[in-house]
């Protein structure tokens, strides 16, 4: 089964979204050792930094990039939970803004 990985790369000048794809076994979801591998094959060298928020650091300092933050796993079912699904939920929850006097 396929799984493309959404995530965002922290550099200084900003953030730039990419995307990585990762096959798997039916029902099975991507884990550490098959993320870190995704992205050494990107030519990106990380470590797992926070596992709650799926954080990635470089292993070597001086990179060009402070961090990997993956942001969705998408496998083409509908149970997969985005963060913009996630914002907008949020977001509804949120006291609104006035929209004037």
């Known amino acids: 089964m ?4 959404h995530f965002e790369v922290q550099h200084a000048e900003g953030v730039k979204p990419l995307r990585g794809l990762l096959f798997l076994e039916e ?3 991507p884990g550490e050792r098959e993320l ?3 992205f050494k094959d990107m ?12 954080i990635f650091k470089p292993v ?7 961090e990997i933050r993956i942001t969705s796993f998408d496998n083409g079912k509908k149970s997969s ?3 913009g699904e996630l914002k907008s939920i949020v977001g509804n929850l949120l006291p609104q803004k ?3 006097i």
């Open 27 to 29: 029902g099975k979801t």
């Open 81 to 83: 939970t985005t963060e």
């Open 43 to 54: 030519k990106f060298n990380v470590r797992l930094d926070n596992r709650e928020k799926w």
């Open 36 to 38: 870190v591998e995704m």
């Open 60 to 66: 070597a300092p001086g990179e060009s990039y402070s």
């Open 98 to 100: 006035p929209t004037g």
């Open 2 to 5: 396929e799984c493309i990985v």
